[in-house]
Each structure stands twice: as C-alpha cells, then as structure tokens.
C-alpha cells in the first residue's frame, strides 16, 4: 500500500459487481473495465466523491469528467440532445463514442465534473460489467481513465494498481480491456457541426479535424512512460526496449500480423512493459496512419513529448 486507502481487488461477478455498485453509492471509487480502457468511477451527482477522483488522479481542476450513462434516456436528463447528437447515440450506443453536448440546466451532476464548462462530455460504454455496475445505481458515473494524470492508460487491473493502489477503495476485475484506447470524442455544435476533439475506436471520417477547440485534456504530453520514446524507430539501439508492429519485431509486438485492431489493443500493455522494463529508452516502430492508427498515432506522439 502507498496511499491512504487499502484498495481491494474484486472479481466482477455478480457479488462482486453488486459491491462495486454499494462503493460507489457510499461515495467511493472504483476502478472498472470498459471496452476501451478501465475508468476510474465515482457518482457525478456528489462533489465530494467526484473530488476524490481529482484528489486520487491528481488531476488538474481544469479538466471536466466523462460521464457515463446507462442508455439514451439516462443521457437526456444530463444534456440537449439535437437531431445529430441523437443520431450518432442511435448509431454508435453503446460503444467507445463520447459525445460532448450542451448541458442541461437542472442536470444533477457535480460542478466539478464540467470543470465550469457549458457542456457535458456523455458516453453510454457497451462493457457488461461497466453497464451492469451502471444499472444498479440511479446515478451517472464519472470515469476517467484509471491512472495518475499523465500517466499510460490502464488496459487491465495490474496497469489499474501500479499508479493508483493505496489511492482508490477498489479495482473491478474483469479482464483485459478490449479495444485498448480511450473513446473517440465529438462534439456536437450549436448549428450542428461536428468536432473530433480526441480520435478512438469509432471512425467519424466525414467529420472536420480541425475544430480548434480541443478537450481541455488533451495535452501535448500525456500517456508519458518515464523515459524517452522515440517514434517510427526502424532500428533498434542496444539500449532501446523496442515496441514493434508487423514486420518489424520488438521486446513487445503491438501485431506481428500488422493488425490495427490487435495493435490498439496492445498499446498501452506494451507502454506499461517499457516503462517497467530496465531499458531507458523506449522506440515505437512506424504504425500506419488509418483507421485507428490514427488513435495509436495520437497517443504515442504524446507520450513522446516530454512532460514541461
Ligand atoms: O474511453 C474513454 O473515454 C475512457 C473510459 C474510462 O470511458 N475515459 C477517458 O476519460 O478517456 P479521460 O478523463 O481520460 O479523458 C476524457 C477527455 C479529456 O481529454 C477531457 O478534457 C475531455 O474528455 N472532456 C471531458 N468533458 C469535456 C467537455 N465538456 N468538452 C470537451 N472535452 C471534454
Ligand atoms: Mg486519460
């Protein structure tokens, strides 16, 4: 234990999943899976317990929450849904897709959550543990990624400890994450324009890239291991821990087949190895640029910034 909490590990079973649920009702946090990454969850209606998550984090006080939602309905109470937002909820819910939305006036979420902006980012996951932890409450949720602010996505309970254990009341365990990288996140404008303000899993092509206005986390460096990260690295340097793709092959393999989809799902795995591992640097070899290269792209090119 390194912080002030003992944090349990709790299988996601049925008892297991209905003690998260009564954690998380008392005001507590609890790690659980999603399809993308694991969430660090508290209850959006309480300020103390969404300040817990920042505490836990150490997040900055400037950068608002997702909220997750059980279905469209939940969704409604918390934002003004137009006709395009609506669509995109009917087409992509639930799944890795984050809406950012006007909120509504008497939405009952903590002040904290939107960090003082005038709209709610919602997200309705597809996880069935996620969603089944979702059900059995009557509140939103929450969820950041589960790791210290700036640190590499956890994509299982192992990467969920090694930031934040003595820091959370409990981590959810269902197994490694599936998709690997945090939802897209789109927002949906006054006059119904589209933003992609972070890409993901969900390809919205059609949709503008170059909103100026970004999500207020996204910083250049993000996702950091610890140590240098050199990118598209076609050689290896004996002091290099190599994360490889397709033919090119590493002290970890994102996909020797040169699979996207199996890359993603690899990518923060891989980060956590490079950072344990006694190599101090870290090189990446090229990943394509399309369909959700373009995600893996976006998250290696700032964990290779240097934090300020
Ligand atoms: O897949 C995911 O989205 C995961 C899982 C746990 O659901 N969550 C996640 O949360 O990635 P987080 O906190 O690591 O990233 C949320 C991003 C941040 O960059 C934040 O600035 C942005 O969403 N965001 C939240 N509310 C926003 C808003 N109202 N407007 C613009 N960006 C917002
Ligand atoms: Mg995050």
Known sequence: MVGKYVTETILADAAGIA????????????????????????????????ARIYEAKGRPSFNPLIVHVRDVEQARELAEFGEEA??????????PLTLVLPRRGKAALSGAVLAGLATVALRCPAHPVMRAVLAQG?????????????????????????????????????????????????????DGRLDVLRP???????????????????????????????????????????????????DCTLSASGSLTEAAARLYACLHEG???EKPRIAVAPVPNESIGIAINDRLRRAATPPD
């Not at 694991?38 to 209606?45: E, F, S």
């Not at 609506?86 to 799944?95: D, I, K, M, R, V």
């Not at 919205?204 to 207020?216: F, H, K, Q, T, V």
């Open 138 to 190: 009557d509140f939103p949720l929450a969820a950041p990624s589960a790791n210290r602010s700036g640190f590499i996505s956890p994509t299982t309970t192992a990467h969920v400890l090694a930031s934040l254990d003595g820091r959370i009341d409990a981590v959810l365990d269902g197994g490694p994450c599936e998709a690997g990288v945090e939802s897209t996140i789109v927002a949906v404008r006054d």
């Open 200 to 250: 993901g899993p969900i390809e919205i092509g059609a949709l503008s890239r170059d909103g100026n206005i970004e999500a207020p986390g996204q910083l250049a460096s993000h996702y950091a291991p610890g140590k240098p990260v050199r990118l598209n690295a076609t050689e290896v340097a004996p002091d290099d821990f190599m994360i490889g793709f397709g033919a090119i092959t590493g």
């Open 86 to 95: 609506s669509q995109l909820a009917a087409e992509h819910w639930p799944g």
């Open 19 to 50: 003690r998260a649920a009564q954690i998380l009702r008392d005001g507590g946090l609890v790690a659980v899976p999603t399809e993308t990454v694991y969430g660090l969850a508290a209850r959006a209606d309480s300020d103390e317990a969404v």
């Open 275 to 277: 950072a344990r591992s």
